[in-house]
């Protein structure tokens, strides 16, 4: 069976998942990149999840997982989704800034423009 690393080791994430920390934070900045991380480390939990519900099930529908693993497996998926939804938002809030930046940055040539104008008149 597949264990992330450093399972049964008390490390810390930072060390543990350093390479993809470094890769996802040059990508898309330390914030988003982190979250890239965190939503990597749910993902192996809900397979780890996944392959335990194959083993445990519920005692009314063996065909499901028992109620326990279905609701850590809603609560990881709900997870994700908060993480995605805090990552869309900063992307936009990002992309908002670098507007407004080229926006003041235009206008402000715009007005060094007419400055000059004005004082050749």
Request: hydrophobic share 45%.
């Amino acid at each position: 069976m597949w264990l992330p690393a450093g399972v049964g080791v008390d490390v810390s994430v930072f060390y543990d998942r350093q390479q993809e920390l470094e890769k996802y934070e040059f990508m898309m900045g330390e914030a988003r990149g982190r979250l890239a991380v965190t939503l990597d480390m749910l993902t192996d939990a809900l397979i780890l999840v996944g392959q335990h519900a194959v083993y445990c099930t519920s005692a009314r529908d063996r065909g499901a997982p028992a109620l326990d693993v279905q609701a850590v497996l809603k609560e990881i998926n709900g997870a994700k989704e908060l993480v995605g939804a805090v990552m869309e938002r900063l992307r936009l809030d990002k992309e908002e800034r670098l507007r407004l930046d080229k926006e003041a940055s235009l206008q402000g040539a715009a007005d060094k423009s007419e400055a000059a104008k004005s004082g050749l008149a």
